[in-house]
Nanobody
Framework: QVQLVESGGGLVQPGGSLRLSCAAS????????MGWYRQAPGKERELVAA???????SYADSVKGRGTISRDNAKNAVYLQLNSLKPEDTAVYYC??????????????WGQGTQVTVSS
């Protein structure tokens, strides 16, 4: 069984920063891509940023220049630093990872989500 647990959300003022963390645990053989998605009320879930095991990254246009995704392969963890936050960044943020256990070829796993609210 595999779990992804996120932390770091909360209420932030416009222009502020936050760092989201996500750690995977369980019977993990390997982790491929990891990423962060978000879903605002009434909108579809969208990819915010992704990172490969080797550290190659990609970002949504909406966070380019403001966001940094990183990972610690030894800790099975992924992080998202978001700066210069805007009210439109308000959403539930989900961690995602493609994880292989000793018994399968890999599945996508999701965290439970963490609320980020940007408001004064």
């Amino acid at each position: 069984q595999v779990q992804l647990v996120e932390s770091g959300g909360g209420l932030v003022q416009p222009g502020g920063s936050l760092r989201l963390s996500c750690a995977a645990s369980g019977s993990i053989f390997s982790i491929n891509a990891m990423g962060w998605y978000r879903q605002a009320p009434g909108k579809e879930r969208e990819l915010v940023a992704a990172i490969t095991p080797g550290g190659s990254t990609s970002y949504a246009d909406s966070v380019k220049g403001r966001g940094t995704i990183s990972r610690d392969n030894a800790k099975n963890a992924v992080y998202l630093q978001l700066n210069s936050l805007k009210p439109e960044d308000t959403a539930v943020y989900y961690c995602n990872a493609h994880i292989r256990t000793p018994w399968d070829t890999g599945y996508d796993y999701w965290g439970q989500g963490t609320q980020v609210t940007v408001s004064s």
